[in-house]
């Protein structure tokens, strides 16, 4: 069983940050991609921000230069730094992995964290 917690979500207004955090736990062998997607309103889930074991990063268009994806491979934890933050970057975030549980490797989603963007 694994599971994918996510923190950090919150109320803020336009121009400010905030720092998401996911943490996976379980019966992990090994963890490959990291990311972030979100779903806004009346639209579809976009992906956000993913990020390799190895480091390598891949963004949105739309949070390039303001949202930085990093990840602590030793505690098994994604964040996301989001900076400059605007009112369209309201949503609900859920962080994703892709996890090998002996002897599978699946996708796995987190319960979503809240991001409100409003003055």
């Known amino acids: 069983q694994v599971q994918l917690v996510e923190s950090g979500g919150g109320l803020v207004q336009p121009g400010g940050s905030l720092r998401l955090s996911c943490v996976a736990s379980g019966s992990i062998f090994s963890i490959y991609f990291m990311g972030w997607y979100r779903r806004a309103p009346g639209k579809q889930r976009e992906l956000v921000a993913v990020?390799?074991?190895?480091?390598?990063?891949n963004y949105a268009d739309s949070v390039k230069g303001r949202f930085t994806i990093s990840r602590d491979n030793a505690k098994n934890t994604v964040f996301l730094q989001m900076n400059s933050l605007k009112p369209e970057d309201t949503a609900v975030y859920y962080c994703n992995a892709r996890i090998m549980v002996l002897p599978t490797t699946s996708d796995y989603w987190g319960q979503g964290t809240q991001v409100t963007v409003s003055s």
């Open positions: 990020i390799t074991n190895g480091g390598s990063t």
